[in-house]
């Protein structure tokens, strides 16, 4: 396909829709269900596969390659913060489950809404840093790397 | 056609793009544009879109300054030499000394950074790159990225930059339309951002069919980030240095962390060490300065990824292919087997796909690589790109003409995939070009730069007809013929990009030709891709997909136009392993150890081509 959508369980919501990278995760006008609309344009990227609230969207490789039979499954779940992966072999030996953060802070509050921030100073828009710098940076002498500062200088021509 | 025009005027900073470049850019924005009107249009969905929608499981691009690790400089030496010498050390050194602070903010918005317990610094899986659980990466940045903007702009497709007409080579936003209404939007603005894609599927995949998908860059990164620039007549520079990877076969699934993390290594079919056994004919190639194998296991001076890749090429069309990497003795241990799993379904799910499909798992059987088509980009490992200003307190005279990243057309920078001559940026790096072009796009306004802009409706309706073309010229001729996909009046997108993919492929050193190409090739090649523009401008598309499809196209168009012209100039092998001038084979630093720079003429498509010195920073 190699993303496909089971009949059975897609109730035509869209969110594969609204998130594809690729445009090509489309609703079928006649059944109302979402569809691949064009699978050599799909990159397996999983993001549909992800945010289908039904887990309706599977992939398969690419026929010009993989053989029929394995599965490679996913559950995102952005509340606790992690992503499960279980990936069943075509000859059913391996079996594997991997479990693995996808954040360390709830979402839509770690980052700074940067219009409260305070007006940069003149200086500041003078200088080469760029927002909550150097402190960002973290040197240890606070102060970011120039030419003069590191001891260099420009130099033309081939040399190694 | 009945769809609407929709204007967004007063706009002071467009954003077009917003994968890390993009993402960057609108955050940084906010900070130096308090009052600024920044606005975001995106071909995808923000959350999930550029080359770091699936995820990424490491960061490539971090000094660790304040571990101790490296230092700038460092970082240029790495990039120099990895380039054969061909780089803007300039931007390099000032992406490279603010990209620590970009990764620092990262972790602070929760992206989950690995830490060596023993050190207490972040993971290191070589010297550059730190690993990190990056699935979510993109929604983390896409979040701040619209925290940031006045608007975001999701599925549209910008096809077009809008020119001042009261001050020529002055930018004036930007045009385009959804993909899902077929709107037709315009976008006034005083500056704009492209931090849009580079280019994959300009050439020929090794996949075919449905697999045709499977690449190593997104499917759905089409050269925008060169077609919108070219087509406003900005210098490009570099664009002859695309890249070929070398990858796990047919998944394209990353290598970098089983090299440097998990220690494995490659073998020909015979089972044995092959790459150095090139070294000796390659040196005579390229001479002692760029492939010094004793230097280099004395200094830890890395052997540049196009020889290597060269040695690759060579081995297996010696006949002693496959190429395997040694995966059975690094995955005994049960950590590392799952570092390794984890690396795929982080970044490359496609990769772990295969390998359950074909039943091959890396504890009991050596998987094999291979090398890829070729790829246009200015972010990972090579700097294809537009030629952009530096900044004030680095660049030399020809480098610098006043605000930083702002290319050759005035009020026009480029981050991301756009710079040119910044290799080795990465995500990290894209997302620290965003946040300094931001901030010089903020000064280029403050300072008055972008005063008095007009932008007539005669430019706007003329680009809408443009847009539509495909479409009306669908419409006139689809019933010409009774049904299918044959009619002598046009091609459809798939056809068009099928021809594109083969005249690359063939003229341009794709796979098929193991990446060699000369000067009748080339120049066979660009007369063909002349009559190809023609036939573009009757390509058909039968909805707003197809017209999506149609105008990626174009912009892969004016992306591969460029790579033949810069090509066919630098009269060298600059980067044997990534391609070969069949006529020119050896690397001339006396003639061309020099950066080129090319400008496509809007109104005529004419090149012109020319040389600009390649100033070094610091000494080796």
């Not at chain 1, 397996?44 to 596969?49: F, K, T």
């Not at chain 2, 056609?1 to 993009?22: H, N, R, Y």
């Not at chain 2, 015979?270 to 492939?291: A, C, D, F, H, R």
Request: hydrophobic share 35%; charged share 25%.
């Amino acid at each position: 396909m190699p993303t496909f959508v089971y009949m059975t369980r897609c109730d035509g919501c869209g969110q594969c829709v609204d998130i594809c990278p690729s445009d090509i995760m489309h609703m079928d006008s006649v059944v109302r269900r979402a569809y691949n609309i064009e699978p050599n344009m799909c990159w397996e990227c999983y993001s549909c596969v992800k945010a289908c609230p039904h887990n309706a969207i599977d992939v398969r490789g690419y026929a010009d390659f993989a053989p029929l039979g394995h599965s490679v499954r996913v559950q995102r779940d952005e509340e606790k913060g992690v992503i499960a992966w279980r990936i069943i072999f075509r000859n059913g030996e391996k079996d594997m489950t991997l479990l693995a953060p996808i954040t360390t802070k709830p979402w839509g509050q770690a980052i700074p809404q940067l219009a409260d921030e305070a007006e940069p100073s003149q200086e500041m828009r003078d200088s080469q840093h760029l927002y909550n710098e150097p402190k960002y940076i973290r040197l240890d002498d606070g102060g970011l790397h120039t030419l003069e500062s590191n001891g260099l200088k420009l130099k033309e021509g081939v040399y190694y | 056609m009945a769809f609407k025009t929709i204007i967004e005027d007063g706009i002071d900073i467009l954003v077009a793009g917003a994968g890390l470049g993009g993402t960057g850019a609108a955050f940084e924005a906010r900070y130096w544009g308090k009052d600024k009107k920044i606005v975001i249009a995106e071909k995808a969905n923000i959350d999930r879109s550029g080359a770091v929608a699936q995820g990424l499981y490491a960061i490539n691009c971090y000094m660790g300054t304040r571990f101790g690790e490296n230092n700038p400089e460092d970082h240029v030496r790495y990039a120099r030499i990895d380039l054969m010498g061909m780089v803007r050390e300039d931007l390099l050194f000032d992406m490279a000394r603010h990209v620590d602070s970009t990764v620092h903010q990262f972790e602070e918005w929760g992206l989950p950074l690995m830490r060596n317990p023993k050190t207490g610094a972040y993971q290191r899986e070589g010297r550059w790159q730190i690993m990190i659980h990056g699935e979510s990466y993109k929604p983390i940045v896409a979040e701040a990225a619209k925290k940031s903007a006045d608007k975001v702009f999701n599925r549209i497709c910008v096809t077009h930059l809008l020119m001042d007409e009261s001050k020529p080579n002055r930018v004036a936003g930007a045009v385009g339309f959804n993909v899902r209404t077929g709107n037709y939007h315009v976008f006034k603005s005083k500056a704009v951002i492209v931090a849009a894609g580079g280019a994959s599927n300009i050439y020929k995949p090794r996949s075919v069919g449905e697999g045709a998908g499977r690449v190593w860059y997104a499917p759905w990164s089409s050269g925008s980030a060169y077609g919108l620039l070219i087509g406003a007549g900005a210098k490009m520079t570099q664009m002859e240095n695309r890249i070929v990877l070398a990858r796990f076969k047919d998944g394209y699934g990353p290598v970098g962390a089983y090299f440097l993390h998990l220690k494995t290594y490659t073998q020909n079919c015979n089972g044995e060490e092959y790459e150095s056994n090139w070294w000796p004919q390659l040196q005579e190639m390229v001479g002692k300065e760029y492939l010094d194998p004793e230097a280099s296991h004395r200094t830890h001076r890395p052997i540049p990824t196009c020889l290597r890749n060269h040695a690759l090429i060579n081995e297996v069309n010696a006949g002693r292919g496959p190429i395997h990497m040694i995966t059975m003795e690094a995955f005994q241990d049960p950590h590392l087997e799952e570092i390794g799993w984890h690396n795929f379904l982080g970044m490359t799910v496609g990769q772990a796909v295969l390998w359950a499909a074909t039943d091959v798992d890396p504890k009991n059987e050596n998987p094999e690589l291979t090398t890829s088509e070729p790829y246009v980009m200015g972010s990972h490992a090579t700097g294809c790109g537009a030629w952009c200003s530096g900044p004030e307190d680095i660049s030399p005279p020809e480098y610098f003409w006043g605000y930083n990243r702002m290319t050759t057309v005035e009020g026009l920078f480029g981050a991301g995939d756009a710079a040119g001559g910044t290799p080795h940026a990465f995500s990290s790096g894209s997302f620290t070009e965003g946040r300094l072009a931001a901030k010089a796009a903020c000064k280029y306004i403050d300072d008055g730069k972008a005063e008095g802009i007009r932008v007539t409706d005669e430019q706007i309706e003329r680009r809408r007809a443009e847009i539509y073309k495909p479409m009306e010229h669908y419409r006139v001729y689809r019933n010409e013929i009774t049904a299918g996909s044959v009619n002598p009046n046009y091609i459809n997108p798939r056809q068009g990009l099928d021809r594109l993919q083969k005249l690359m492929d063939e003229y341009c050193g794709g796979v098929t030709v193991s990446y060699m190409t000369n000067e009748k090739l080339l120049n066979i090649g660009l007369k063909k891709m002349k009559i190809f523009e023609e036939d573009l401008e009757k390509i058909a598309a039968e909805n707003i997909h197809e017209l999506l499809r149609a105008w990626e196209l174009k912009h892969r168009h004016l992306t591969s136009e460029a790579v033949m012209q810069h090509t066919l100039f630098r009269k060298e092998t600059r980067w044997p392993g990534y391609y070969y001038r069949g006529d020119v084979m050896k690397v001339d630093d006396e003639n061309w150890h020099v950066l080129t720079v090319s400008r496509r003429d809007p109104e005529t498509g004419e090149y012109t081509m020319e040389k600009a010195p390649c100033y070094h920073l610091v000494e080796a």
